[in-house]
Each structure stands twice: as structure tokens, then as C-alpha cells.
């Protein structure tokens, strides 16, 4: 899946993916130089949330923490829905659902 990066984020990458050894497409690359694994995100992932005293916390995590994220800023249902990958609008409906802290600035006006 591919993502959005903005301006200086993309040009970053790109820098860094032409200076690398490898020649793989893939950003992230493990210790022997191929694309990380699902096993290998998710390991990484859930040391990192140890590491912090952190538990429950899975690559999924990181997935649901955006769309809430994107849904508290205001974006638009379908902007988030193809973000995430999501086909169906109603898995995507429910991080609107949830973000009652958008009507805030309704109240403030």
C-alpha cells in the first residue's frame, strides 16, 4: 500500500532510496537488506511499546491511531476511507463516529 507523503517528507525518501545499496523499491529493508515481514513490523512494533511501558499495542494500532487522528481534524469521510484502504465506508465511519471533539469549535462559534 502506498501513502501520501508531503513536499520535504517525499524528497527525503527519495534522497534516501537513491543513495542506499540496495535497489529494492521497499523503504523499510531488515538487517540482511530485504523487505521486512509482517512478523518483523510487528515484532519491532511491540518491543518499541514495551520498551515504553506501553501495552496492547500492535501495527494495527498505529493504523487506527491515524484514521482517529485524520477524523479529529476534520477530513472528509471519503478522504480517510482511501487513505486507510478501506472498501467499505462503513469501517471507516467509525472513527468519525467516535471523534466528538470535532463539534467543539460548533459550540465555540
Not at 527525503?12 to 545499496?21: G, H, I, M, T, W
Not at 509482517?38 to 519491532?44: E, G, H, K, L
Amino acid at each position: 500500500m502506498e501513502q501520501p507523503i508531503p513536499g520535504d517528507e517525499l524528497r527525503a525518501v527519495k534522497q534516501y532510496l537513491r543513495q542506499r545499496d540496495s535497489k529494492l523499491s521497499w523503504l523499510f529493508l531488515s538487517e540482511r537488506g530485504q523487505p521486512l515481514t509482517r512478523q518483523s513490523v510487528s515484532y519491532i512494533v511491540s518491543t518499541a511499546a514495551e520498551r515504553a511501558g506501553l501495552e496492547w499495542v500492535h501495527p494495527h494500532t498505529l493504523r487506527h491511531s491515524c484514521g482517529f487522528y485524520l477524523a479529529n481534524q476534520g477530513y472528509d469521510l471519503r478522504l480517510i476511507q482511501d487513505y486507510l484502504g478501506h472498501r467499505d465506508p462503513k469501517h471507516t465511519a467509525h472513527y468519525t463516529r467516535v471523534a466528538g471533539v470535532r463539534f467543539e469549535r460548533l459550540w465555540k462559534s
